[in-house]
């Protein structure tokens, strides 16, 4: 059984779980003067399409919460029997013609006036599903040109909209949408390691941010700041970055989030060298890791981030402080679990594996390791991240075995892939 996109999209776009979407709907059935009877299970219901279409009270408070029919939520009436002539027609909807009737003789107005172009959830659904397309191409091939025009484009509708008819909450949801589009196309240009567009981008996703007041879109923002700043080697402005992300209201809320933040502290600190600092700061990432309700709607984007990625977190902070044998048992896991769909992430992963396996002099097996990243990647150009990773172990290999055939074999390999790249 399918489940219902639609729903599952509307809630992530507003960080609901299940739970917080029953306690709303029934908050307005009890406003209403009818008993609040959704549960975690209902939700869930919705969510599978084990439920195609809620009662009558639940689809109303469902078009209130969520300011848009439940058709477009992803719900469908069941089959109804055609009308035959000799059927009664309903009250309501006799009163309804009688009524307009009687009017149109008092009235040279139009029944049916024409209704203003409007901006509805129906239609940041449809942007939120773009960023979600955009998010599966990056998890694929990793940043690059196409990636970002398409997510500028996409910013650029979003923010387009704001100049038609649209209730306050929409608006704040364009706004959202635009900061997690200009967000995506920061996360490319970091990738391509294109650092002037990535600064660009950034400020501008932080100021969308802001104007959506998405506590979500701010921790994306605060998020690829830390990489970004890892990235220029301003390792105590990524540990403050990871700190401005922890301190947001998402992390209160799922401690997704709050891992995911400490793991970026955690790395800023181990290449600062404070030791205790970066151990202490996996520890909290795998605690509120643990805590975390795997099944709660999320953004797309951070569909990455789950043990495995923790992992290859941790590799990196081991190898960091010292511990090249803990950073290669640490990729090894990440690589037994992260899905083969992420195709950048695993080589990443393979890259960071290597590393650990060169640092314990393990040269042979640190050069094949590192070959099998051109194996995942092969049909695409590296991203640029990807290629400066590869190139810190070409670094470190050369510097500690200069002499090695298998050092010379695969430098060889690096520089033809770097050049065709």
């Keep these: 059984m399918e489940g219902n996109e639609n729903l599952s999209s509307a809630m992530r776009e507003r960080g609901l779980t299940q739970a917080e979407l029953a306690v709303k709907v029934n908050t307005r059935l009890f406003c209403a003067g009818f008993e609040g009877t959704v549960s975690d299970r209902t939700v869930r219901n919705w969510l599978t399409g084990k439920t195609l279409w809620p009662h009558i009270r639940q689809r109303q408070a469902l078009e209130a919460e969520f300011e848009c ?6 719900f469908v009436a069941p089959a109804q029997k055609r009308r035959t002539s000799n059927e009664p027609e309903e009250p309501v909807r006799r009163r309804n013609f009688v009524t307009a009737a009687a009017g149109t003789a008092a009235s040279t107005v139009p029944l049916v006036a024409p209704r203003p172009t409007m901006v509805g959830a129906s239609d940041v659904l449809r942007l939120r599903r773009g960023v979600d397309a955009l998010v599966t191409l ?47 196309a920061a996360w490319s240009a970091l990738d391509a390691r294109q650092f002037d567009r990535t600064q660009s981008y950034l400020e501008r996703s932080l100021y969308l941010a802001g104007m959506a007041q998405d506590p979500v879109a701010l921790f994306d923002v605060w998020n690829m700041y830390a990489i970004f700043a890892r990235q220029k080697l301003d390792f105590s402005q990524a540990v403050d970055a990871a700190n401005a992300a922890q301190v947001t209201a998402i992390c209160r809320r799922d401690p997704m989030f709050s ?35 795997p099944g709660d709607p999320r953004p797309s984007w951070i569909s990455f981030y789950g043990h495995a990625e923790l992992c290859a977190m941790t ?42 396996q060169l640092h314990q002099r393990d040269v042979d097996q640190a050069c094949d390791t590192a070959d099998r990243v051109f194996t995942l990647m092969a049909g695409d150009p590296l991203p640029g991240r990807m290629r400066s990773l590869l190139g ?11 002499k090695s055939p298998t050092a010379r074999e695969w430098g060889d390999r690096y520089r033809a892939e770097w050049s065709r790249a």
């Design 69 to 74: 029919s439940v058709e477009d939520l992803g």
């Design 138 to 184: 990056d998890q694929k091939r990793g940043g690059h040109g196409e990636l970002e025009r398409r997510a500028l484009a996409g910013a650029e509708e979003a923010l387009a909209m704001q100049s038609r008819a649209a209730s306050q909450r929409i608006r704040l949801r364009l706004f959202a949408v635009a900061a997690d589009y200009t967000g995506t």
């Design 259 to 293: 891992s995911l933040a400490h793991a970026r502290a955690a790395i800023g600190h181990s290449h600062l060298g404070a030791r205790q600092a970066a151990l202490r700061a996996v520890g909290y990432a795998h605690e509120a890791l643990g805590k975390a309700n």
């Design 315 to 356: 590799a990196i902070v081991r190898d960091r402080i010292g511990d090249p044998a803990g950073a290669e048992a640490s990729s090894h896991q990440a690589l037994s679990q992260i899905p083969e769909g992420f195709r950048r992430n695993r080589a990443l992963a393979t890259t960071q594996l290597a590393l650990g």
């Design 392 to 402: 810190d172990f070409y670094r470190d290999l050369i510097s500690l075995a200069p």
